[in-house]
């Protein structure tokens, strides 16, 4: 890994969580202090409801974000307002999100939207079970990411086979090596790789031992402040 790539170990909460939730990011601190990962970064992904009350040592996100800064748009937020509420990343393109409909044009313009607001996108991209099977995988991937990525200096890509995701099954560190290897081919050496897809603690160090995974982009694991901070713990010094 370039020494300029810490990496970043990011949680999505997805739609869990409330204000009396017992899982939160101040545990984190307790669990695994900050004077002990200066290496890395930690990114919490909460519902939109919980930003602004969360401020705990470790780096905020959106899971999502209008491209407008604000209007006539119910239901959403802006990533201004992710901004406002203590973001400094958002996640755009989660394939649940482009299942909902978004197209690599949206998460474009979602992407160029966070950048607009000072925010870091995370931009998703990931392939089907199908694509792979039809030995597709790393070509959807790059055309999302033709597609998806505006011109901006300050991003992270997060790959995510669709099939990986909630499902237990991790890609092999053979496939996610041959993918990150293909997207670093494509997007240069600064742009921070994160994989994701039923990480857990128990297959983190393999993941992020690969010379160019960077990071995590966890869901089920990171809603536990224990499993997190294994999981982040098994990243590279
Ligand atoms: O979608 C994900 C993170 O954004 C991955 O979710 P899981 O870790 O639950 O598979």
Redesign the pocket.
């Known amino acids: 890994m370039p020494q300029t790539l810490r990496p970043l170990i990011a949680a ?1 909460w ?1 739609m869990h969580g409330g204000l009396s939730w017992t899982s939160k990011p101040s545990d984190f601190e307790a669990i695994y202090p900050s004077s002990e990962r200066r290496h890395l970064d930690v990114l919490i992904c909460p519902p939109a409801t919980l930003l602004a009350s969360m401020n705990d040592g470790v780096f905020l996100g959106g899971q999502d974000c209008h491209a407008a800064v604000s209007g006539a748009h119910t239901g959403d937020v802006s990533a201004e307002m992710l901004k406002d509420a203590g973001a400094t990343y958002v ?1 755009v393109g ?3 999100r482009r299942a909902g409909g978004d197209t690599d044009e949206d998460v474009h313009a979602k992407a160029e939207a966070a950048k607009r607001a000072g925010l870091i996108p995370i931009i ?1 991209v990931g392939e089907t079970e199908s694509q792979r099977d039809a030995g597709q995988a790393e070509h959807v991937v790059s055309e999302q990411i033709k597609a998806s990525v505006p011109d901006i200096a300050n991003y992270v890509i ?1 790959y ?1 086979p669709v099939w ?5 099954k991790t890609a092999t560190p053979d496939d996610v090596d041959e993918m990150h290897n293909a997207i670093r081919a494509q997007v240069g050496p600064d742009v921070q790789l994160l994989y ?5 603690p128990a297959n983190a160090e393999s993941l992020l031992a690969l010379k160019n995974v960077n990071g995590a ?6 809603l536990e402040m224990e499993s997190l901070a294994a999981i982040a713990r098994a990243a590279p010094k």
Request: proline residues 0%.
């Open positions: 999505n997805k996640i989660h394939s649940e998703c997060a995510e990986a995701i909630g499902t237990g994701g897809g039923s990480v857990k982009l966890i869901g089920g694991a990171g």
